[in-house]
């Protein structure tokens, strides 16, 4: 893979999802429920009418993003390393998805906390519901 020339599975050009509503918006979600702060992620995601799912592998979740399968991954307090997290980010980046830190830093390595979506209307609006 070249930086800059787009992402591709089995020689075809793939795009995130054109996806622009937060309801009913599908998200792979890797977070620490066990810190305080995020015992009440899960109740405020589905009050914003997203829905979550966990596929347990990032790079396969990474994968149905850039793909278009699903609208993001969000990551929060998780268990990941920069390995689980940057080829993957790379990958939705080439599919002309949105990344980003929850302070809409640009990612970097040693980001830990990193949100993944199709657009920047949806980071919005994660960050609108106050789950980012």
Known sequence: MKEGRGAFLNGQR???SPTQQ???AVFAVEVDVRRNHNRDF???LWDS???????????YEFAHVAAGR?????TKDAWAAPYDLAPGVLLVEEAGGYVATPDREPYTVDALNVVVCTNEQLFEQLKGAGLI
């Open 42 to 44: 899960f109740a405020m």
């Open 70 to 74: 699903i609208a993001g991954r969000l």
């Open 22 to 24: 937060l309801s009913g």
């Open 14 to 16: 793939i795009h995130v």
């Open 49 to 59: 009418g997203a829905v979550h799912l966990n596929l347990v592998c990032a790079g």
